[in-house]
């Protein structure tokens, strides 16, 4: 049984004190049975970007999770594909294999204004272009191939230039030449993650590997996942729950009579206590080796390999 919580970068106090206060909540979190955390806000009964950017916060938060993966909750409309990529492929190095991304277009309402009307969608435009910035940074990532480092110190061969090569991703929204200054992560792409609720994955072509799905009672909630595998959905289904009444979530006291999920998600106002509860006389989810083996997930292959440009 795999269980996910979130941990909200919020910069409510200062710097030093901010970053004792998160490895004191993820240390918590991991005590009570954690294997997953996501690096963003709880809103209502969905999971929105934090007010400090996952992408800052996993490297900060990396010796502390010692393994525990962990998922940059990113805004995908107000995200540059280039500095995406480049950010996670770091962090999935230095956390040995284990960061996932949930791009979503739900974000908090302050957020928007302070990029300006350059960013600004439609509701209906807004699936699209986050599906776009997914593409554009997976194709990024697949501008190396798995084997171009070669870090040989005796020879003083760094890479094979030989496996890195321009991608050309011609897009709705986003056009990436390549190649990326950063090479392939070590999953080849960190596991990606999304609501079900968010519109993003109501966007033609978009593929989730991890999946919240929620709802009001068990019974819906295991027909909604029924749904889901009918349809020919295959990754990884987490049902969230929550002790605190909050629409969109199974109470956590039906959480034993929901049916077809691979674990829970909790939504709480005190995630330790509700991770507890749930995890009491329940194993814990595989902790070895990357996030997509503990998932069984298949890394994705290069299509870039022998074909070197695509087109949206």
Known sequence: MILSTCIDLTGDVPGPLLMARLETDLKARKAAGADMLLLGRQKGGTVVPGRLDALIGAPALASVADGTPMVAVLPALFSLPFHVARALSAADFLTGGTMGWMPTVATWQARAPGFGAD???????????????????????????????????ASGRYLDTGHVRRVDYRGRYFDVMGPLNAARPPQGYPVLVADEADPIFSA??????????????????????????AVGFAGRILAKVSPDDIDGCC?????????????????????????????AGQPSGDSRGSLRNRLSLAIPANPFSTNRSVAA
């Open 119 to 153: 960013y600004a969608v439609s509701d209906a435009e807004a699936p699209p272009k986050a599906l776009d910035m997914v593409r554009a940074t997976q194709a990024l990532w697949d501008s190396w191939d798995a084997d171009a480092l070669i870090l040989d110190k």
């Open 204 to 229: 033609a072509g978009f593929a989730a590997e991890l999946l919240l799905v929620g709802r009001e009672n068990a019974a819906a909630l295991s027909d909604a996942i029924a749904a889901l595998r």
């Open 251 to 279: 109470p956590i006291t039906d959480a034993a009579a929901i049916v077809g999920a691979d674990g829970f998600h909790v939504i709480a106002a005190d995630a330790p206590a509700a991770l507890t509860q749930l995890r």
